[in-house]
């Protein structure tokens, strides 16, 4: 009897860079990898290598050939890395996705640009995955991404024409899969899902004896469109969110910084320093499930990353959202949480108090309510992974239409 080639996986993305959430995207899907399909053969091309093959037991590649692809080029020197690094990438882009039968990627806003984002970095490298995928027959799978409208003409275009080569599609919420309609692509088939992330097992919430509050910071500056402003923006945001700290520790209320990604530990510094007590503290979470930890022994939570929002209402835990873009209002309202949302562009900290006053009275309800939709989200993302063997994974028995 021949022995069956194991199913050639490739993942894809800015992983292992120092974002909990996408980091988080990728575990959920080896999860799912390692349950149902234990035989494939799985590695990345991801932003950082090394970090993904310690912590997940993968090899991996490097995601740009010109490592200085993120900084900015101010030397000649560094611009003709970068253009050339430009060339060099399309082959070894093409040249990765040979090696597969499929190539995954988990989760992430890949589709939007809600935060600052030029389109000849990860636009780019995306078009380049999907192009290759198209050519080379090799199907590629946006599973459960995230998607918005986006201004800049050529960032649009890439990701319009990545959406459109990919072999399968499905979205974290219904605002991502309207918003690739809007840009010209054919959603009719494409499955709305909660974000990939709530397939993570995650422990109960026990609330804190001490009456803990985590605040999950970020160092925000504004989305694309708001380059201009962006330093009025992060002081506005970050004062009122010192302001509302602040309240919190004058109440007697322990307060523990959460951030998602290693940028923002600038924020958490000024905090700390601006507040100056004892009553602070800092997480060291380096994974979504560390992160739940936190967020399951806290009374509530008041976050601003996406993900730190996720691993919130995972948990069960009374959460409000410091919100900077549509995503995070639509994640609120499908775990029926939809009121407690604050503009992190226009922090006033008095507002905010009243909102987490009004969370906190509801606390009882508001935990029935999350368990229950967080059953909902668990067999919604079954259906997920089904869907997506049946799609696009070799052999794998067609469900009847």
Known sequence: MTARTPVRVGVFGLLGSGNLG????????????????PDAAVDALCGGPEVVTARYRIPATRLHWYRGEYR?????????????????????????VR???????????VLEATLPLRPWGFPYALFLLCASGRLLRTPVALVGVGA????????????RWSARLAAHRSYRDELSRDAMRAMGVDTARDAVHPD??????????????????????MDFHGGDDDRARSEQVHRQYLDGTTRFVRALVEDGRPVRLLTGDAVDARVVAAIVEAVDSPLVSVSGAASLAELMAETAAADAVVATRYHNLVCALRTGTPTLALSYAAKSDALMARMGLGEYCHPAREVDADRLIEQFRALEKHA???????????????RSLDHQFTALTTAVFPNSPKEPS
């Open 72 to 96: 900015t080029a101010s030397r000649a020197g560094a611009v003709l890395g970068k253009g050339l690094g430009k060339l060099v990438d399309a082959a070894r882009t093409a040249a990765w």
């Open 22 to 37: 996408n980091d988080g995207s990728l575990e959920a899907v080896l999860g799912h990898l390692r349950a149902e399909h």
């Open 148 to 159: 918005a409208r986006i201004g800049n003409p050529a960032t649009r275009a890439l990701v």
């Open 364 to 378: 009882t309800e508001l935990r029935q309510t999350l368990a229950e939709r967080n059953l909902e989200a668990t």
């Open 196 to 217: 990939i992330a709530f397939a993570l097992p995650a422990p109960p919430a026990t609330g804190s004896p001490d009456g803990r509050v985590c605040v999950g910071v």
């Open 99 to 109: 090696r597969h039968d499929v190539v995954i990627v988990p989760g992430m806003g």
